[in-house]
């Protein structure tokens, strides 16, 4: 049912110096910023040539983000996304087998304009999932 690793999430405390990083230390393409208010997350992504990297930083009140940055004060990996041709079918599928999806059960519209859902971390061994249809 899962297609290709769209992109790894990592959520950083200083998105500058982790650009910076990313675009000068590692040599990786580098997109701007990106306010994302309905998720709470500034975004950039960095391009590689067989998937991106997200960094994620917390925007506003109340960002999941930020919960997770106090408990990894230097960053860390945040979720994965995969990329899914039927996001609802998908959805169905996997609530049938007893899998939480989080928020309302329905999809939003995500940062690459898309629809995305996240799964439950304790569901998928520890790790929050994104599913996203392309
Ligand atoms: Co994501």
């Known amino acids: 049912m899962i297609g290709r690793l769209n992109h790894v999430a990592i959520a950083v405390p200083d998105l500058e110096a982790a650009s910076a990083q990313y675009r000068d230390t590692l040599g990786a393409k580098v ?3 990106q306010d994302e208010p309905d998720h709470g997350v500034t975004v950039v992504f960095i391009e590689l040539p067989n998937t991106k990297i997200e960094l994620l930083h917390p925007l506003g009140e109340g960002s ?3 919960a ?3 408990k990894n004060p230097s ?3 945040h979720h994965v996304c995969y990329e899914v041709e039927d996001i609802l079918a998908a959805r169905d599928k996997l609530q049938a087998t007893g899998a939480r999806v989080l928020g309302d059960g329905n999809p939003k519209i995500g940062a ?3 629809p ?3 799964l439950h971390p304790k569901d998928f061994t ?3 999932v994104e599913l996203e249809q392309v």
């Open 31 to 33: 997109g701007s910023p």
């Open 126 to 128: 520890g790790t929050l």
């Open 68 to 70: 997770f940055l106090e």
């Open 116 to 118: 995305v859902l996240f």
């Open 64 to 66: 999941p983000i930020t």
């Open 75 to 77: 960053g860390g990996i």
């Open 112 to 114: 690459h304009g898309k």
